[in-house]
């Protein structure tokens, strides 16, 4: 059925102290609408330079208040009858979780003689960490994070295994929460040391050579004894079987700037190489040797002009691949006693194609490039010599490359819109590869579903690319149920890749659009700039240009398109609702950044978003924000599409407040009777780590919603 405004559950609504109003059809004039949750307008405003910035729906941001709880409560009560009502929801809900149940393995880590691995049974609400003692040995379960709660909501969020083998660190994830609290575990006997390592958040645990202990970063300790997530993070040494409180303060970078330090080891434990993070476009990388006595700390790569990735070293020789002079990628050496940049050795020179991902594995460079989107691996000797391409099953996404310099064995993951990832091992010096893992997927139809690519003219006449994936013989009617996917930002690129969320929606009939917007990385790093700051508009226009030009070419028109996005995604889809109302026929933005103007005021890893975003404390980019900030460009007495937008109230990512605020002054400002539904998760936070069950049921309300305001038909 239709949103049915004239037969939703009443009696919740009336419960929950709401009035439904019943009307005539559609039209701008509020004559048929949801009596949406009252939301005091405050006259808080803000001052940038000389403009006067209204923000009544400040008293939002204090998630812990009474007034901000009712919120929640209210806008839930309104919003869950409806869902749960659509009567495509069930039935969605009932087959994604049939699609769900297929057993699934992710990329090997050799350390030792042990490989260290998760899977899942098909069964099993979260993933498992397994464990073979040799390679032909039966691997066995280590740590099942299904036994950690009942509802399966503290997950197994990170975890490291000693390099030799003996001992794994695991992080722990409470309720979605980015909070971790570490612990070790002997493999021989799958019991837990005593330690527990806490005040962690997007650091792993980086073990020392002799696996006795590992480095970490964590934030410093506030009067009140929690954690200052505010603040930045030091580096520590943990050494197993202490208190965290005897821990080693091993490097933090002082006061003046916003460096966040993490650790890594390399693999011949050698040096400790310290990552600096700021942001997106550039960073730092410091190296210190652990077996010098009071070794002196290098400052490496200081000049903050590209990003770095630590591949590896031969003796003194290390190696990175660097955007430096590079925009694609190359990939360089670099003599620890003659460091200057005019001394580099080019190892991979910069191509065409955007580098997306190298390794030093078995004393060779695996590269992986990105050809319009798609993975293209090719192996390289370390004096630079072209070995050969890596062959790939078709067209996708090779990822996860897993081996160590000292050994020619090689895992990585395959995989593509219609199959689930593959796990390959790949010997270096030959380049073959054999599956070592390979899962089955349930969906009968996944296999013969079509990935065609096509491109199309943004505004600015920039050539973009876009994958459509469908069923076999589409018509071009414009009657086809459209979901545009994108996210567009901080050089993540948007490859074919499985999600059993996609798979449910083309089994309904539906057709998948996913364009590569700027922002992204497929076109290297002068593609990411020009989707950053001051030209963050260029993302919502090549997004605009994606549904016109879906709706030109007759694959759908408006009350049929969809439009999704998350986290920046979620950005995205509030900036293009609010620019073209009349365009999209259903906005689903997911724990999205939608104010603009105060993102950086909510936690430290939001500081690390300037390099995309930039601040409003800068007048020009203040001036870039505000002309898309979707909070502040909601227009009063405006006819928006039917729009759910979700969040996580333990969201410490992207906190919710985004979406409450959002929510709030989209509903004020409705001026038809399309609905505006926000959707709050309990115990949930980004997206990370979630189990099974609150994914398909966060899913089947997005999807049951989008089926429900299109009309769409679901044949199942």
């Not at 065609?452 to 505004?459: C, G, H, L, Y």
């Not at 979700?646 to 409450?660: E, F, G, K, L």
């Not at 990370?688 to 009309?711: C, H, L, R």
Request: with cysteine.
């Amino acid at each position: 059925m239709m949103f049915d405004r004239g037969t939703v559950n009443l009696s919740a609504l009336l419960l929950a102290g709401f009035v439904l109003l019943v009307g005539g059809a559609c039209s701008p004039t509020k004559e048929l609408t949801l009596d949406y949750p009252p939301a005091e307008r405050s006259d808080q405003a803000d001052d940038y330079f000389g403009v006067e910035v209204p923000d009544p729906y400040r008293w939002l941001e204090e998630l812990g208040s009474e007034s901000t709880r009712a919120f929640v409560e209210a806008q839930n009560a309104l919003a869950e009858p409806q869902l749960a009502a659509l009567t495509t929801r069930e039935r969605i809900r009932d087959r994604m979780t049939e699609l769900w149940r297929y057993e699934r393995f992710e990329v090997p880590d050799k350390r030792g003689a042990r490989y260290f691995y998760e899977a899942n049974n098909g069964d099993q609400e979260l993933d498992v960490l397994m464990v073979a003692d040799s390679p032909g040995a039966e691997p066995r379960v280590l740590i099942d994070p299904n036994n950690f709660r009942e509802d399966a909501t503290v997950a197994l969020a990170n975890w490291e295994a000693s390099p030799d083998g003996t001992l794994v660190a695991y992080g722990m994830s409470d309720g979605g929460t980015d909070w971790k609290t570490w612990r070790i575990r002997d493999v021989a006997s799958g019991e837990d040391l005593d330690d527990v390592v806490g005040n962690m958040k997007f650091s792993t645990a980086v073990w020392s050579p002799n696996s006795k202990g590992f480095y970490y970063s964590r934030y410093p300790v506030g009067k009140d004894g929690k954690a200052d997530g505010s603040e930045k993070v030091s580096v520590f040494y943990h050494r197993a079987g202490s208190s965290q409180a005897d821990d080693r303060h091993v490097y933090s970078t002082g006061d003046g700037n916003n460096y966040d330090p993490y650790p890594e080891v390399s693999d011949d434990g050698r040096f400790l190489i310290l990552n600096l993070f700021e942001g997106y476009s550039t960073n730092g990388v410091y190296v210190r040797e652990l077996d010098v006595a009071n070794a002196k700390l290098i400052r490496l790569l200081d000049d903050w002009d590209a990003f770095h990735v630590f591949l590896g070293n031969q003796g003194d020789e290390l190696f990175f691949r660097t955007t430096r002079h590079a925009p694609n990628g190359r990939v360089v050496a670099i003599n620890l006693k003659t460091p200057e940049p005019a001394n580099w050795r080019q190892v991979v020179p910069e191509s065409e194609n955007a580098l997306a991902e190298a390794k030093l594995i078995g004393g060779h460079i695996v590269a992986q490039y990105l050809v319009d989107a798609r993975s293209h691996v090719v192996r390289f000797a370390i004096d630079g010599t072209e070995l050969g391409v890596v062959e790939l099953p078709g067209i996708g996404t090779a990822s996860d490359f897993s081996g160590k310099d000292d050994d020619p064995e090689a895992f990585f993951q395959f995989d593509s819109f219609t199959a689930p990832p593959t796990v390959f091992r790949l010997d270096v010096v030959s380049g073959e590869t054999t599956p070592f893992r390979e899962p089955v997927s349930i969906s009968s139809e996944a296999d013969v579903y079509e990935t065609e690519q096509v491109f199309f003219a943004s505004k600015d006449g920039t050539r973009i690319p876009m994958f459509l994936i469908h069923q076999p013989g589409l018509e071009r009617n414009g009657e086809n149920p459209t979901m545009l996917y994108g996210y567009g930002g901080f050089n993540v690129s948007e490859t074919p890749e499985f999600k059993v969320r996609w798979n449910m929606w083309l089994e309904m009939g539906g057709l998948l659009a996913i364009p590569n917007l700027r922002g992204g990385g497929e076109y290297g790093e002068a593609w990411h700039q020009a989707g950053t700051k001051l030209q963050k508009q260029n993302v919502f226009d090549d997004f605009i240009a994606a549904a016109e030009w879906l709706i030109a070419e007759r694959y759908t028109r408006t009350p049929k398109l969809a439009i999704h996005g998350r986290s920046n995604g979620g950005l995205l889809v509030g900036a293009v609702t609010t620019q073209r109302p009349d365009l999209f026929g259903v906005s689903l933005p997911a724990v999205g950044v939608l104010d603009m103007l105060r993102y950086h005021t909510a936690s430290a890893n939001a500081h690390q978003w300037g390099s995309d975003y930039g601040w409003s404390d800068n007048e020009d980019e203040f001036k870039a924000q505000h002309a898309y900030s979707p909070v502040h460009n909601i227009a009063p007495d405006t006819c928006y599409p039917p729009s759910l937008i979700t969040t996580a109230d333990r969201d410490d990512r992207v906190v919710p407040w985004h979406s409450y605020k959002y929510a709030a002054a989209l509903q004020h400002a409705q001026s038809c009777d399309h609905p505006i539904l926000l959707r709050i998760e309990t115990r949930a936070g980004h997206g990370g780590s979630k189990p099974t069950w609150m994914q398909v049921e966060d899913y089947a309300d997005q999807w049951a919603f989008a089926a429900d305001q299109m009309g769409m038909e679901v044949p199942m």
